[in-house]
């Protein structure tokens, strides 16, 4: 396994649009977290999930965003109508439930136009 | 809440100077502590954690220490180096959970 992967790694889209991000943890991981990182900021945390079950959402996530892990692997992050204050690169992190270091994909760099 | 406040950027060395990046944290409960580095180009990789108080980190001949008292966990490296050239985040994180960030502090090293 070469670590985290995410795909697109990068998206243009224009306002009002769906996009949809795609993460794929490390195998044996169970958590899988979804941060975003706007340009001269530190990643902000989105929500995450152990499994299949999302244990964690932020106030930052409006509900024109959602995330699913349907089967416990991949997690998918949906942002609805998007806007422009959505353009940012989001980042998906994995880890194992009882250790406390994640690992980070590439990102998805999202722009809204 | 939590917080993490990093100091200000960006740094510029010169090759094989002193290294200090300071970070301080504001955390309920007994936060585990990381520094995280994005060189250009790639994503976030973890380059050391301390996960309670006087625990020393290190990491490619980083250091930091996990200071209670002070709330702080300040980064260092004795004689840096071209490729040390990055994107620095303190971070911390309560109850095994998300990573609370600093803002980032951008690090130039020139031969």
């Known amino acids: 396994d070469t670590g985290v992967s995410q795909d697109p790694r990068h998206k243009i889209t224009k306002r009002g649009q769906n996009v949809t991000f795609r993460c794929d943890p490390i195998?044996?991981?169970?958590?899988l977290y979804w941060y975003r990182q706007t340009l001269g900021q530190g990643p902000e945390f989105l929500t995450y999930?152990?499994?299949?079950?999302?244990?964690?959402k932020s106030r930052l996530l409006s509900d024109r965003f959602s995330a699913e892990r349907p089967k416990g692997s991949f997690s998918t992050l949906e942002i609805q109508r998007t806007e422009q204050g959505d353009s940012a690169m989001y980042l998906c992190?994995?880890?194992?439930?009882?250790?406390?270091?994640?690992?980070f994909g590439p990102g998805t760099r999202l722009t809204v136009l | 809440g939590n917080s993490v406040t990093q100091m200000e950027g960006p740094v510029t060395l010169s090759e094989e100077a002193f290294l200090t990046i300071n970070c301080t944290y504001t955390?309920?409960?007994?936060?585990?502590l990381f520094w995280y580095v994005q060189y250009p180009g790639e994503g976030l990789q973890l380059l050391l954690k301390?996960?309670?108080?006087?625990d020393k980190g290190s990491n490619k001949g980083f250091e930091a220490t996990y200071r209670k008292e002070t709330t702080s966990f300040h980064l260092e490296k004795g004689s840096v180096q071209v490729s040390d050239s990055a994107v620095y985040f303190c971070?911390?994180?309560?109850?095994?959970?998300?990573?609370?960030f600093g803002k980032g502090i951008t690090l130039s090293v020139r031969p």
């Open positions: 992190a994995s880890s194992l439930a009882l250790v406390n270091e994640q690992f």
């Open positions: 195998s044996e991981h169970n958590r």
């Open positions: 999930f152990q499994n299949e079950a999302q244990l964690e």
């Open positions: 955390a309920t409960g007994y936060p585990s």
């Open positions: 301390a996960t309670k108080a006087d």
């Open positions: 971070a911390l994180s309560t109850a095994n959970s998300k990573l609370t």
